[in-house]
Every structure is written in structure tokens, then in C-alpha cells.
């Protein structure tokens, strides 16, 4: 393969910003990218996964959410979040609290408006953009842990990668990005995808779960070999 003919090929991630795995399977697929860089001209693009679309308003406990979930204890949790801090310094990002503050507790969120907002940054400015906004939800979530369901964190941070105010509030008032957001949820539901990330490759290969680096680089140059035929 060429290193002059980069094959274009576009990664449809579905993902909720509440998800460290996916933040986790972000950064490998980052560096697999990076390796890869003069084979393949990759556009990723941030699909909606509510893994919680019940969650209220409110919030509620991590600690609390993980054993009314899954049945583990507040030290099972928090052995859970040490491992994953650490595969995700491995990923090189970042699930360790940064604030100034004493960290306040570790929630979980109603991630609707949050998946509005991203899906309007890529319809109204493209998936570079929305890529910027979906790694400060991640940052707001894991490194600040701010209320991610409370539409004026959500504008702040639009506003603060460069999206208009104004705009980005009427977004989230817009009846219509709800339907979408539904929709592609509904279309993750058709594919039988269970957990995220869950990442689409040119809308026909699907690579699950938050793999390595390596994984992603060798799965990655196989499907672009046979787009170029070789």
C-alpha cells in the first residue's frame, strides 16, 4: 500500500460520554490512527448510546448506581476505577479527577441533551469539530465532574470549543434532535449493540468493545487493503 494514497475510510463510533471504556477505546484507536498515518485518512464520527436513558434528572451515586446495576460492592467500584485509570493512561488519556477542588462525588448522568448537542456539532460543523466537543463532555464527566445533564454545563463547554451560545441552547431545545438521536440509537438496537464502544467501519464491519492499539492498527489496514484491492 502506497504511502502517498491514503485510503479514506470513516469510523462510526457509537458511545455515551458516561463511558469510560469508551473514552479508554478512543485513545487506542488515537494512536492506532497516528501509525497509521499516510495509509489511512480516517473520519470519525460520534454516534448516541444512552447507557442509562432512564436515568433521572437528578443523577445518581456511582458508587450506589454500580451496585443496584451490577450487584458490586462500593470496593469492587473502586478496584474497577483503578484499573481502568490505569489502561487508560495506557490509552494515553485520562480518567483521574483534575479539578481544583476536592473531588466531589463520582456521578451518573442522563446523557440525552449531551447526545443532541454532539449530534447537532456534526450536522452544523463536521466531525473534527464534533470530536473536539466530545472530548470536553469526556473531560466534564471524568476529569471535572460536572453535571452532564445540566444543559447550561453542556453550552459552556460548545462555547468554549468554539460553537455559537445561542445556537448550541437552541439545539437542545430542537424536538427534532431528539427524534434523531432516538433514531440512531434504534439503528444501534438493529445492529445488536449491547455495550460501547461499538465502532462501524465504512458502515458494514463492526469492531467491538475498546480494543488495543495494535488491534485496531491490524484491523484497520486489512479492511483498507481490500478497498484498495490488494
Not at 33 to 41: H, N, W
Not at 132 to 146: D, E, I, P, S, V
Request: proline share 5%; with cysteine; charged share 25%.
Amino acid at each position: 500500500m502506497s504511502k502517498f494514497d491514503p485510503v479514506p475510510i470513516t469510523i462510526d463510533v457509537f458511545s455515551d460520554v458516561m463511558c469510560p471504556w469508551c473514552l479508554i477505546g478512543f485513545g487506542q484507536l488515537s494512536k492506532a490512527l497516528a501509525s497509521l498515518e499516510g495509509e489511512i485518512d480516517a473520519e470519525v464520527i460520534w454516534r448516541p448510546y444512552e447507557l442509562n436513558p432512564d436515568m433521572p434528572q437528578e443523577g445518581e451515586q456511582q458508587a450506589k448506581y454500580l451496585q443496584r446495576k451490577y450487584g458490586r460492592s462500593e470496593r469492587q467500584g473502586a478496584e474497577l476505577h483503578e484499573q481502568m485509570k490505569y489502561l487508560a493512561n495506557e490509552a494515553g488519556v485520562s480518567l483521574s479527577y483534575a479539578g481544583e477542588d476536592d473531588p466531589p462525588s463520582a456521578m451518573m448522568w442522563n446523557t440525552r441533551a449531551a447526545h443532541k448537542i454532539l449530534m447537532w456539532a456534526l450536522e452544523t460543523a463536521g466531525a473534527k469539530a464534533q470530536t473536539k466537543l466530545k472530548l470536553a463532555f469526556f473531560n466534564l464527566h471524568f476529569n471535572q465532574r460536572k453535571n452532564i445533564s445540566d444543559p447550561m454545563v453542556l453550552i459552556d463547554a460548545a462555547e468554549k470549543v468554539g460553537f455559537d451560545r445561542t445556537m448550541a441552547h437552541a439545539a437542545l431545545m430542537d424536538s427534532a434532535l431528539t427524534d434523531r438521536v432516538i433514531a440512531e440509537e434504534e439503528k444501534a438496537w438493529d445492529l445488536n449493540i449491547s455495550g460501547v464502544p461499538a465502532m462501524i467501519i465504512n458502515d458494514n464491519f463492526m469492531i467491538p468493545g475498546a480494543q488495543s492499539a495494535e488491534t485496531y492498527v491490524n484491523v484497520l489496514r486489512r479492511l483498507a487493503m481490500k478497498l484498495k484491492g490488494g
